[in-house]
């Protein structure tokens, strides 16, 4: 039988960095120190008055692995006791967080109102599936909190929201957005991909719901999928851990294992994140070739004022225009800066140890009509950088080689 040690340590008397590396610790009897990994689907029973007792929820212990398991019980804790929420439930990634979410807590003839600056995936899975089952989205400007209450129905349930959005780091007012949120009687859920719990709490700014996509900055090191959802009890134990129980999205005990390792160094890897990131961003804004730089930390930043609020950091991403005379030539410098690069990965992902570097028109954002990118901002000379951990110096110099010949 697993005994708590770090499990019910307060989160309110505990620093993040001591959440971090202790906050949800479970020992078995051999008392191991690091975080045991529990590969097994189910758990044995002493008797059958004891497995009936399990099964049907009223006495505390692990079953089947598709809905309780201890390694993945650790994650789950560690991750509740960050955000300082009172529960959370893990599932195989950021996606099927969002899916379990909406599953567990709407029904056909519901209406969500969602940020229009979210993943693409999401909005994907918003209009191109829920909208087979009869569930509704509303796309708004996220920074407007007025455009927020414009959209709501009587039958709105679910506010949806990301905040810094990718790839141009647009703060949203989450306080505000809460109210309307309130008003509306429907939840607010903040998909805290890009801050992490180290930079930005959503429920202390009144958010109901916390999405993680684990895959990024909680593991951090670009190794597996994840993802989560924290909020009160009543909410993960009463409606999204029944459905994660029945349908089974489930994240695997080694992946919550790798995450659980990851974490321990969340704070520390946030901080230097940030600080890099920043350090670049600045350095940008300088150069001749850059047009326009986006990262929250920065005074020139349109929401820096919420930005510096609402979070302790300005996260990984910073993204910059490159000039050119035209689009066609914008893209072929922005191509340039990119395939000058010795030490960024060119490739999608982000939150990693290693700066990615990706141009959003033609990549993530490749789908959008001309007109909707215009909208959203994605012009040809945009570059996204995910600033990972190597030495400053080096990441500007990666960049210098290629922004220095540029075409102008
Ligand atoms: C990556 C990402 C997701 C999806 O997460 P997966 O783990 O890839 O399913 C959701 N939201 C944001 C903001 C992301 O960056």
Request: aromatic share 6%; proline share 4%.
């Amino acid at each position: 039988m697993t005994t708590p040690q770090n499990s019910d340590l307060n989160p309110d008397q505990f620093g993040l960095d001591t959440l971090g590396v202790r906050a949800g610790t479970l020992r078995s009897e051999f008392m191991e120190h690091s975080e045991a990994l529990y590969l097994t689907s189910s758990f044995c029973f002493d008797n059958s008055a004891e497995a009936a007792h399990r099964f049907a929820n009223a006495e505390e212990g692990f079953v089947y692995s598709r809905f309780t398991n201890p390694t993945v019980a650790m994650f789950q804790s560690r991750l509740a006791a960050l955000e300082g929420g009172e529960a959370c439930m893990a599932v195989a990634s950021g996606m099927s967080a969002i899916m379990s979410l909406v599953m567990a807590t709407l029904q056909a003839g519901d209406h969500i109102v969602s940020s229009q600056s979210i993943f693409g995936s999401t909005i994907q899975m918003f209009s191109g599936i829920f909208g087979r089952f009869g569930i509704e989205t509303t796309y708004v400007d996220p920074t407007k909190p007025e455009a927020w209450r414009a959209a709501v129905k009587p039958n709105t349930k679910l506010f949806f929201l990301e905040t810094p959005s990718n790839p141009l780091t647009e703060v949203s007012d989450i306080r505000a957005i809460s109210a309307v949120a309130k008003e509306a009687g429907a939840l607010l859920a903040v998909d805290n991909c890009f801050c992490t719990p180290i930079l930005q709490r959503p429920l202390e700014h009144g958010a109901d719901i916390v999405i993680h996509s684990a895959t990024k900055h909680l593991d951090g090191q670009g190794r597996v999928l994840g993802g989560a959802i924290v909020g009160s009890r009543e909410l993960i134990m009463g409606k999204v851990f029944p459905f994660v129980r029945q349908a089974g999205p489930t994240l695997s005990a080694f992946n919550a294992w790798v995450i659980l390792k990851g974490m321990e160094t969340l704070a520390i890897r946030m901080e230097r994140h940030s600080a890099s990131a920043l350090t670049l961003a600045t350095w940008l804004e300088s150069h001749p070739n850059v047009e326009r730089v986006y990262h929250p930390a920065l005074p020139s930043h349109p929401q820096h004022a919420i930005a510096m609020r609402q979070q302790s950091g300005g996260g990984a991403i910073v993204s910059f225009v490159v000039r050119g005379a035209s689009p066609e030539a914008q893209r072929a410098n922005a191509w340039r800066v990119i395939d000058s690069t010795k030490v960024c990965s060119i490739t999608g992902n982000l939150g990693d140890t290693r700066t990615t570097i990706t141009h959003p028109s033609t990549t993530t954002h490749g789908r959008m009509t001309a007109e909707a990118k215009a909208v959203a901002g994605i012009s040809e000379g945009l570059i996204r950088l995910a600033v990972g951990l190597e030495s400053v110096a080096d990441l500007q110099a990666d960049l210098a080689r290629g922004l220095d010949s540029c075409e102008i």
